[in-house]
């Protein structure tokens, strides 16, 4: 019975209780090595692209590699022409396992989150796996 | 019992059985640049670096972010300016679980695998996020 409880929790879980880290953004006009700086800064590996407040894409280490260093471009262009203007979410009522899917599917790092069609913020690769290192940790210590 | 065996089965497996991509390398003098494309080439987020056929660094995408441009150098300065020499192995007969605590420990995405002290393979977050869905998989098609 607790196995079975343990195991609905991971996967049916709402996404909202997996949410632990602000989503870190930069507007749209900033360079693409001031937005590296901020995510070195904060430790990220994605930020959040905003105009007018609005999120309009979203930038990783990946874009960083492939469109500015791979493809010889300067990193004085602003982030807007580097950016992913798709973006891939999950509301924050889906369960996790929804995200699970999401970054198999589309081979992606991190999920953005929405809530009421806002983006709230962002889930990474790393949460999932730090979430399933708890989990193991909470089962051995259920032992 | 089943489930007993597939818990065990997930932590305590030996990494050997893990690992099924082989480790891309460049060569030492590489650029930055040349490095950056032969990753987006593989689809991979990190490289070995050798030198007279031995690893002596390691180059992911974080460190073109960080130390290439956030920092402000060139793309054009080879790769064994800006890769690690300090690397962080596994050895395949270890448990998969060490990898997890390698990963969360150091915050690294990428654990190389080493057999008779020669490094054969790597893992990455993305491989222990997908071994955990096809574990759930495995365990929803035997319900």
Redesign the interface.
Known sequence: MK?ERT?AFD?DAPVRRYITKKLIAVEHDST??DA??R??EF?I?SLAVLRDREVVGFFT??D???R???A?RS?AVPVSEIMTTELITADVTEPI?RI?DL??DH?I?HVLITEHESIVGIIT??D???M??RR?ET?IAGE
């Open positions: 196995d195991r996967l693409v090595q590296a700086s995510m070195v430790g590996s280490d990946a960083i590699k492939e500015v260093v791979a010889g990193p396992r699970l970054m198999s081979r790092k690769l790393r999932v796996v730090d399933e290192r193991l089962y």
